[in-house]
């Protein structure tokens, strides 16, 4: 168990919809990473938050958006949704150092339909 | 922009015999590098990693080699065991930790 905890486990929902995924990070880390793996990819970096703020983006679409609460858990908005966005979305936290290992979540499944 | 690379999608190795796993990367910002390993229906989870200041490190069977002038690092498992099947995904850290695609291991007993 990595005391990353993901909500929810699966999501199904329509195109034009929008979702908003849920991460609690391991307790004492400060920093938490929001990760896409579509099929057959690696795990694509979005966007990290260090205690409140955001820190590093990467390839994050304009329809996503996220950010980090005074308790650090943090929330993954998509909206407009398309088919193309049907992944495994992951968390994970670490206590800030940008080498410190990430703890992860076991994601949460979004399937677009 | 694929900065970290494993190009080799799968691998299959008997059991007690070495097991190589290579990654490349492009960006020479990179100082920091870790290997995870992933079992279905769970998260990454972090194995062994290296500071670009070294070539080596060696954790029990697990041993990660980096060559910076080739941009190359590589993770050895010996011996390799039935339980390490799973998927293994290589990472590089700057600003941020950025992953390659990851390779399917599987080590037949």
């Known amino acids: 168990d990595s005391g990353v905890t993901q909500t929810p486990k699966h999501l199904i929902t329509a195109t034009g919809q929008r979702v908003t995924l849920r991460c609690s990070p391991r307790s004492g880390d400060l920093s938490v990473y929001w990760y896409q793996q579509s099929l057959d990819q690696g795990l694509q970096f979005l966007i990290q938050?260090?205690?409140?703020?955001?820190?590093a983006k990467g390839n994050i679409l304009e329809r996503f958006s996220a950010q980090q609460f005074p308790d650090l858990h943090s929330e993954l908005n998509l909206s407009s949704l398309e088919l193309g966005d049907s992944a495994l979305y992951f968390c994970?936290?670490?206590?800030?150092?940008?080498?410190?290992?990430?703890?992860f979540g076991n994601g949460t499944r979004l399937t677009v339909t | 922009d694929q900065q970290v690379k494993q190009n080799s999608p799968s691998l299959s190795v008997q059991e007690g015999r070495i097991s190589i796993l290579n990654c490349d990367y492009t960006?020479?910002?990179?100082?920091?590098f870790l290997w995870y390993k992933k079992y279905p229906a769970e998260g990454p989870t972090f194995l062994i990693s290296i500071s670009s200041i070294k070539d080596k490190n060696e954790d029990g069977r697990f041993t990660v080699f980096l060559n910076k002038s080739a941009k190359h690092l590589s993770l050895h498992i010996v011996p390799s065991q039935p339980g390490d099947s799973a998927v293994y995904f290589c990472a590089a850290s700057a600003h941020d930790m950025r992953f390659g695609a990851g390779t399917r291991l599987t080590v037949k007993p």
């Open positions: 938050y260090y205690n409140g703020e955001e820190r």
């Open positions: 960006n020479s910002m990179f100082d920091y």
């Open positions: 994970a936290s670490s206590v800030g150092d940008q080498n410190s290992p990430l703890h």
